[in-house]
Structures are given as structure tokens and as C-alpha cells.
């Protein structure tokens, strides 16, 4: 599966964003992650999403300020960000699992198809 990342860009401190990952040819059958790296950071795994949306996981720094969602119509996993920080700074990645959500999660080792990233940034 290709992946495409798009929706980055910059915003305040508090700002809010939605990033979009289209797949192809679909997102069918597989765990959905959003991953991020940081400048002199390794990347970590901040959001997943099972393929039938009924489950999904979220690293502890960005839960209930993320959300991850998906169109299976339209083959595209978004993800909503509200009250960015200047530490959400990174280029943020959409990857794809052939795991269970449970054994996948934001392990990025689990995960087979990568898109080339999208920056976000975050000003202060």
C-alpha cells in the first residue's frame, strides 16, 4: 500500500490542524498509525486505529488534545489536533500494520508501509 501524507503546515501555540494520509489502494485490513519525529529525536508512535475504526490507541502526551479518525470510502486517516504545543513540532508520518491494533500499537517495528511525512509546526 502507498501512502501519501498531506495538511502540514504552521500554526500558533493553542492553534489547531488536520493532517490526512490517502491510501492506495485502501486502508481495507489494515492498523492505521500516525508516528512523529522531533529534531534530534527518534520518531514515536502517537495514534492508531484499528480497520474498522472500533479501536484506537493514543500516546499519553497527546490524548485528548489528538484524534484519529478514518474514511474507508475515500481510503484516507486523518488526524485532528487541537491545542498544539510548541513540543508537537515534528514531521508527522502515516503508517500502515498488518498486525492486530493489540499487537501493532504505536510500535513502529509493527508497522510495513510508510508515507514520506508532513511537517508540522508550532510557534510560539
Known amino acids: 500500500v502507498q501512502l501519501v501524507e498531506s495538511g502540514g503546515g504552521s500554526v500558533q501555540d493553542g492553534g489547531s490542524l488536520t493532517i490526512s494520509c490517502e491510501a492506495s489502494?485502501?486502508?481495507?485490513?489494515?492498523?492505521m498509525g500516525w508516528f512523529r519525529q522531533a529534531p534530534g529525536k527518534e520518531r514515536e508512535g502517537i495514534a492508531v486505529i484499528s480497520s474498522g475504526s472500533a479501536y484506537t490507541i493514543y500516546r499519553d502526551s497527546v490524548k485528548d488534545r489528538f484524534t484519529i479518525s478514518q474514511d474507508n470510502g475515500k481510503n484516507t486517516v486523518y488526524l485532528q489536533m487541537n491545542s498544539l504545543k510548541p513540543e508537537d513540532t515534528a514531521v508527522y508520518y502515516c503508517?500502515?500494520?498488518?498486525?492486530?491494533?493489540?499487537?501493532?500499537?504505536?510500535?513502529?517495528?509493527?508497522?510495513?508501509?510508510w508515507g514520506q511525512g508532513t511537517q508540522v509546526t508550532v510557534s510560539s
Open positions: 489502494p485502501s486502508t481495507y485490513e489494515y492498523v
Open positions: 503508517a500502515a500494520s498488518s498486525f492486530f491494533c493489540s499487537v501493532a500499537g504505536l510500535s513502529q517495528s509493527k508497522y510495513n508501509y
